[in-house]
C-alpha cells in the first residue's frame, strides 16, 4: 500500500509541476521573485488547480510514510519525473523522443531493482531526542554549509548546491511528517501538542525556499539533478539513523543495491537535462512557449520533444 501512495503522490507532483507551470507563464518578467507572482498565479485556474493537486500530493505522501519506511517512500518519489514525461505525451499530445523514453526505462528499472534488492524492513524504531538531536544538527550543517557554498560561483555551482540542501531540508522534512503522521493517526486533537508538528512546518518551508533559490541560481538541471540525487539518499541514511530501517546489503545485494542506483540516477539525470522536462520546469524558453499555447488553444498537433526546430504556436 506504502508504494501504491508514493506512487500516487509522485503522479500528483508531476501533474502539479504540469499545472503550475501553465499558470505562471504569463506573469510579467517583473514579477519574478515577488509576490505578485502569486497573487498572479492565484487568478489562473489552471494554477489553482495545481495547488489543490500539491496538496493532494502532500496526503498521499503522508500516509505513504506512515505505513512505510523512508527508505522505500523516498526513492519512488523519483518517479515523478517518469509520471511528468508520461503526462507530457499523452495529455499534452508531444512526441516523446528516445532520450526520455530510454531515460524513463532507466529510471523506472533501476527503481524495480533498488526496492527488490534492498527488500526494505524494520523502520519500526521510535525517535529518540539524541536521535533527533544528532540527526538534526547533522542535516543542519550541511544544509548551512551548501547555502554558503551556494553564494559564490557559476549559476550552475550556485543552483546545485541551493538544491542540495533543499533536498537535505525535504527528506529530513519527511522524517518529521512521517512522526506527524503516525501521531494524527491516533489522534488528531494531539497534534499541536508536538514539537515535531511545528519542526514539520519550519523545515517544509526553508526548504522550499532553498528549491526556489536553486530554479532561480541557474540551470534547472543543476538544480533538479541535485534534489533527484541527494534527496533519496538523504532519507535513507535518516531512515537507518533514525528509524531503524534496514537495507539487505550482505553478499552480492550490497552491489546490486548500488547499480540499481547508478541505473535509476542515470535515468533521472538523463531526464532532467531533456528540453521536453525543462520547459515544465521553465528554463527552455521554446518548449515553455508551447506549452503555454497547449494550455491557450488546447491539444493541437503533436510537436516534437526537441525545442529547436519546433516554432511557437500563432498567438489568439
Known sequence: MAY??????????????????????????????????????????????????????????????????????????????????????????????????????????????????????????????????????????????????????????????????????????????????????????SVPHHWETYGLAVCGLVSFFLAQNAFHAGPIAASQSSLVLVDPLASMLIGIGLFGDQLRTSGAWGPLEAVSLLVLFAGALSLCRSPLVRGVKGEDGAASELLSERARHGLGDPVTAEPAPCSPLPNA
Open 4 to 189: 501504491l501512495l508514493a506512487l500516487g503522490a509522485a503522479f500528483a507532483n508531476a501533474l502539479t509541476s504540469i499545472l503550475q507551470r501553465m499558470g505562471v507563464e504569463t506573469a510579467p518578467a517583473a514579477a519574478r521573485l515577488r509576490l505578485r507572482l502569486l497573487a498572479h498565479a492565484a487568478r489562473n485556474s489552471a494554477w489553482l488547480a495545481g495547488s489543490v493537486v500539491m496538496v493532494l500530493s502532500f496526503v498521499l505522501q503522508a500516509i505513504a510514510l506512515h505505513l512505510g519506511r523512508l527508505s522505500e517512500v523516498q526513492p519512488i518519489l523519483t518517479s515523478e519525473l517518469l509520471f511528468l514525461v508520461l503526462l507530457l505525451g499523452t495529455w499534452l499530445g508531444y512526441r516523446v523522443g528516445i532520450r526520455e523514453w530510454l531515460g524513463a526505462a532507466a529510471a523506472g528499472a533501476g527503481l524495480a531493482g533498488f526496492l527488490v534488492f534492498a527488500n526494505p524492513g524494520g523502520g519500526d524504531v521510535v525517535p529518540t531526542p539524541t536521535g533527533w538531536i544528532e540527526v538534526g544538527t547533522a542535516c543542519g550543517a550541511v544544509v548551512g554549509l551548501a547555502v554558503l557554498l551556494a553564494l559564490r560561483g557559476p549559476g550552475w555551482w550556485r543552483a546545485g548546491m541551493f538544491g542540495l540542501g533543499a533536498a537535505v531540508g525535504f527528506a529530513f522534512t519527511a522524517s518529521l511528517t512521517k512522526v506527524v503522521s503516525g501521531y494524527a493517526a491516533h489522534d488528531w486533537d
